[in-house]
DNA sequence: CGGTCACCAGTTTTT
DNA sequence: CTGGTGACCG
């Protein structure tokens, strides 16, 4: 069979040309991965390429780790070799073995968001600038867009001469990266600059990269920076073997710095290129292709693209306008509720919005209707207060170079060393020429010191003590004794909320992962391993597949993913587009924004409704809006609006109807539902989610709870602010009906009873399937003696079961990885 | 040194 | 409306 038998002619144009600068341009749904993965096993397969000799570049992790299984499902042999990576994690590895020669160490720490803004915020302070002045947020940002453009801290100041703040922030940025490299750190910009700044100036190193990446394939082209560009130029400078996809349409991350000229002008970059346009889309209906287009074509200078599809047109789009966001969201919850009565799958539906903050809206509304739910986004795993602690600690252990991790937990819990003390300890470092960590095992020098001196001793002596211990102890244990014995744990324990809860259920986490992670290694795993592929995750990408709920995320987050229904709430004009990108002078900014609105619409496979409030409580304050500009840019010929018979039709509301009022003054107002035509046939009046349909036997109560995932709908709830759902393992019904029920009881209370403190907020936490199964603890299947199989380890015997507080510690001997103890609520174990 | 209260700012996000 | 921060007081 011909690999390329299962590809368009256009896919398979962009597959065969394997050699030269290739730019295809992917339309949403045209099938890009598939091209791109078909094109790495052609060249494998066919063009007998080393598999050493590829290069494949994608953003995410998530991403490429995609693209590796499925080009491991393609190619017969030598997938592994190929470099399937992020551009972070190349240049990581890059720098891993080059970096002593730009002056680093190679033993360089990455530092996050976090650790950027504890240190600019010091220099801020150091170099006696007014922090209101100067935010570390504001100045790190405009510091990274200088990055991204690969201006140099000397270059910055020329360019910004005579403008006294930009000066100002010059300096900051001197400072900053003389820091970085005092503190051998690099941040998440300085990866990708410095193997730029690497590549350019040593030839050696840049002429084997070269020479080794012979083919290059770069993913999500719209999203590279300068600095990207300027990387991928580098190694492909030699054989210019580069094959870049992309979509234009699809660029929206110009915020971070993506520059879209890098796609627009590839073929001025790299003459002769070849371009291939992916038109056909196998996604949607092409009523919401129709939609897309529509929308799209108001904007200028892209590349022409008209995506079809040969599917049948499908469903109207339709356009709904609400009194409220309350209203807005009862209503799109009603309608999912509908669709999933009608066989859809809750994880085939999705909300998309424009901020998180519309989320909460969201939520209440599926609490209240009991419908499981997953919210995407927020603050991720790793940027957890008790996770940075805890990888804090390790930091600390494994080389104690890093200060900002030194003093983050020097303190943490509580050893009486307080910020005088610290400062002092600065001022002692730096004017000797040491590190933070080092200055505090010289804590009985310095003068002044007096009592803190025996504690900063103690802290010092623990240190020392667990550095032992990861030399000879697994990292559990390390881990554990940590928690243990510094009083970390039992200090959440003492706390007793629910928060302190999570952050404990978040901890057993990082162990898991900790064990998982030295389970998987070959022989000498260090801490400094586990540390580094910490520090390039920035999600722990559990989602499970399983779990049948509703997506909530931003329109940002839903890139790249695809649904049969897609709700797209809030498009009011100045909520999106924002009001910022309307009275900006650059028209491109409503463009970026009309640009995701085409990302948003081109996410539905079947149906897509978008909806707008009249009036809309955002941070606090009331704001009235129009429909937004993106809904009168959609053709009407697939459109069906509810919108336009306002005020006219009052009257042919049927007010009797079943409703009992909870949706108040949509009602007295209910313009909005009226229609013209008054034959009858149309439910419209009566309701949000009828649409012409029959609504003969929809009653909405009827799936409460007994659905697969009935009970777990809460696993969101409580994340609302910035928690990240990591998704559980738990959602197939084990849940007693008890610890159901009061589930659902305590959640519903949480969010109708905000402003009661009498439950305890739960806000703000990282909450994940664990802690429902704290709640009811998880009853396994399987018994010592069975036969039981683990998804990495295969099958095995389990030999014994031991009954802990929270969960089961199980231990297995599988017949080919060897005996291994696992917690039950982390493993999932099938019987067989 | 640590806790409480008033004030302020407030898109989108990956690594 | 909220969360994060800084000043002030015990």
């Not at 150091?126 to 100067?134: E, G, H, T, V, W």
């Not at 009052?650 to 409703?659: E, L, P, Q, T, V």
Request: hydrophobic residues 35%; proline residues 2%; glycine residues 8%.
């Amino acid at each position: 069979m011909g690999l390329t038998d299962a590809l368009n002619d256009r896919q398979k144009e962009a597959v065969l040309t394997t050699e030269g600068p290739v730019l295809v341009l992917a339309g949403a749904g045209s099938g890009k991965t598939r091209a791109l993965t078909y094109r790495i096993a052609y060249l494998i397969g066919e063009k007998k390429v080393d598999p050493w000799n590829i290069l494949a570049i994608t953003f995410t992790n998530k991403a490429a780790a995609e693209m590796k299984t499925r080009v491991n499902d393609l190619v017969a042999f030598g997938a592994e070799s190929i470099w399937v990576s992020t551009f972070h994690s190349m240049c990581v590895r890059m720098l891993r073995r080059y970096a002593d020669r730009i002056g680093f160490d190679t033993s360089f720490t990455i530092y996050d968001a976090d650790d950027s803004k504890t240190l600019m915020h010091q220099l801020i302070k150091s170099l006696d600038m007014d922090p209101k002045q100067y935010k570390e947020k504001g100045v790190l940002a405009d510091i990274s867009s200088a990055k991204n453009e690969l201006i140099t801290p000397e270059e910055f100041a020329r360019q910004n001469a005579g403008d006294y703040r930009k000066m100002q922030i010059g300096e900051l940025y001197t400072a900053y990266q003389d820091q970085m490299k005092k503190n051998n750190a690099m941040d998440f910009d300085d990866l990708i600059g410095h193997t730029v700044h690497l590549l350019e100036t040593d030839r050696e190193v840049r002429e084997y990269y070269q020479e080794k990446f012979r083919y290059i394939l770069v993913d999500e082209y719209q999203d590279t920076n300068t600095a990207q560009f300027r990387l991928i130029e580098l190694l492909a400078g030699k054989y210019k073997n580069l094959c870049v996809v992309g979509d234009d349409d699809q660029s929206i991350y110009k915020f971070r710095g993506a520059n879209i000229y890098n796609i627009l002008n590839f073929e001025r970059e790299y003459p002769g290129a070849k371009v291939i346009r992916l038109e056909q889309n196998y996604r949607s209906t092409q009523n919401i292709l129709d939609a897309a287009n529509g929308v799209i074509a108001h904007n200028e200078g892209r590349k022409e693209k008209h995506l079809w599809t040969q599917e049948g047109a499908g469903s109207r789009v339709r356009f709904c306008v609400y009194d409220t966001g309350r209203d807005e969201a009862e209503a799109v919850v009603k309608d999912i509720e509908k669709a999933v009565q009608e066989g859809t799958p809750r994880k085939e539906c999705a909300v998309l919005y424009r901020t998180n903050a519309q989320s909460r809206a969201i939520e209440e509304a599926c609490v209240a209707h009991d419908l499981p739910y997953r919210l995407v986004g927020g603050v991720n795993f790793y940027q957890r207060m008790e996770i940075k602690d805890i990888l804090a600690y390790l930091k600390t252990i494994d080389n104690a170079v890093d200060d900002l991790a030194v003093q983050r937990i020097i303190n943490v819990p509580k050893r009486g060393i307080g910020q005088t003390t610290i400062n002092k300890l600065v001022v002692f470092g730096s004017a000797n020429d040491m590190s933070f960590y080092d200055a505090c095992r010289h804590a009985t020098y310095i003068p002044g010191m007096g009592k803190a001196a025996a504690k900063v001793e103690q802290f010092v002596e623990e240190m020392e003590k667990y550095r032992q211990m990861a030399d000879e102890e697994p990292l559990e244990d390390l881990i554990r004794a940590i928690l243990k014995e510094t009083g970390y744990q039992a200090e959440l324990e003492a706390e007793g909320t629910v928060e302190a809860e999570s952050r404990l259920q978040n901890l057993e986490e990082l162990i898991s992962k900790a064990v998982d992670f030295e389970k998987n290694k070959a022989e000498d795993v260090s801490l400094k391993d586990f540390l580094e592929q910490v520090a390039l995750v920035a999600d722990i990408d559990t989602v499970d597949p399983d779990a049948d709920r509703v997506f909530l995320m931003t329109l940002h987050s839903a890139k790249g993913l695809e649904f049969e229904h897609v709700y797209m709430v809030g498009m009011d004009d100045g909520l999106f587009p924002s009001y910022r990108s309307i009275v900006d002078d650059d028209r491109d900014e409503v463009e970026e924004e009309r640009r995701l609105c085409y990302v948003g619409i081109t996410r539905a496979k079947r149906e897509l409704l978008m909806t707008s409030a009249r009036s809309r409580v955002i941070n606090g304050e009331t704001r009235y809006n129009k429909p937004s500009r993106f809904v009168e840019e959609i053709p009407d010929s697939v459109l069906t609006r509810n919108d336009e018979s306002y005020g006219s039709y009052g009257s042919s509301f049927r007010s009797g109807d079943s409703y009992d009022g909870s949706y108040g003054n949509s009602w007295k107002s209910g313009n909005s539902f009226g229609r013209s035509r008054g034959d009858g046939e149309d439910s419209y009046g009566d309701g949000y989610s009828s649409w012409g349909r029959s609504r003969g036997g929809s009653s909405y109560g009827d799936s409460y709870g007994s659905g697969r995932g009935g009970a777990s709908y809460g696993d969101s709830y409580g994340s609302s602010r910035g928690g990240q759902q990591a998704g559980s393992s738990f959602g197939h019904g084990h849940y007693g009906s008890v610890a159901y029920l009061e589930r659902q009881e305590g959640l519903s209370q949480d969010v109708f009873d905000k402003k009661k403190p009498a439950k305890k907020k739960t806000e703000n936490v990282y909450v994940t399937g664990k802690q429902l199964a704290a709640s009811g603890k998880k009853q396994l299947d399987f018994q010592v003696g069975d036969r039981v199989k683990h998804v990495k380890f295969g099958v095995g015997t389990v030999a014994e079961i031991k009954e802990q507080p929270t969960d089961f510690q199980v231990t297995v001997d599988f017949d080919e990885a060897g005996t291994k103890k696992m917690y039950a609520q982390y493993t999932k174990l099938e019987k067989q």
